[in-house]
Structure formats: C-alpha cells, structure tokens
C-alpha cells in the first residue's frame, strides 16, 4: 500500500467479494465450491478466488459464492456446484480457467458448460 486510495479500493473490492459470499436469496445463483483437505490440495482456493473475482469483475448481485466441505468425490477435485432455478450443476477438476468460462457461459449467459460437468466427459 502505498496511498490511502489504494487502501479504499482494495476494503471495495474485499466488501464486494464479502457480499458475494452472503448467504442467497430464493431467485439468486449460488456457487459452492469444495474446500476440504482434498479439495485445497486439488488447487481449490484459486478457484474460489477466481470465481469471486469474475463475479466482482461483472458486479454479479445476485450470485452467492461460499465454500463447503467435502463433496465426496476427492478423486474429481476441486469441484464446483452451481445451485440455479431449482437444478444443481457438478463441474469437476475444475480450474481458475474453467471457472471463469463457467461464470460467462453459466452464471452471465445461461449455458452451462457441459463438458465441465459429472458424467460429460
């Protein structure tokens, strides 16, 4: 940090992604993303921080990204659930790459990524 603006606009950023995190509503999307011990070893946490930096870069509001415990298929870690209109969508061996083609494709544009998905491959 080398001004107080830089220091403002990094606590925006933190607020935003916070917010992101907060538990959703009804019509709202959200995202969990396995972070056991499996799941951090597979890489998970740059997954979540790039799933929460693509919904801060497109000011998603109603998305709510968090993470959870273990899935339950270590093997396919890190693992991604989206939780939209009802239906649940399980991207694995996913990566900051992968997510945030899911963030566009997915969560901004309404086509899940099928080739990401369980049983896709």
Do not use: W
Request: net charge neutral; aromatic share 4%.
């Amino acid at each position: 940090m080398k001004s107080l603006e830089e220091l403002r606009a990094l606590r925006e950023k933190m607020k935003s992604q916070i917010d992101n995190r907060s538990v959703a509503s009804t019509d709202e999307t959200v995202i969990k993303v396995g972070m056991a011990t499996c799941g951090i070893a597979a890489g998970a946490r740059p997954v979540l921080d790039a799933l929460l930096d693509e919904a801060d870069k497109r000011q998603l509001h109603n998305v709510s990204i968090s993470q959870t415990g273990c899935i339950g298929m270590c093997r396919l870690e890190p693992i991604v659930e989206v939780f939209q209109e009802g239906q649940k969508y399980t991207y694995i061996l996913m990566t900051p790459e992968k997510a945030r083609k899911v963030v566009v494709d997915h969560i901004v544009n309404g086509n899940p990524v099928k080739e990401y998905l369980i049983g896709e491959q």
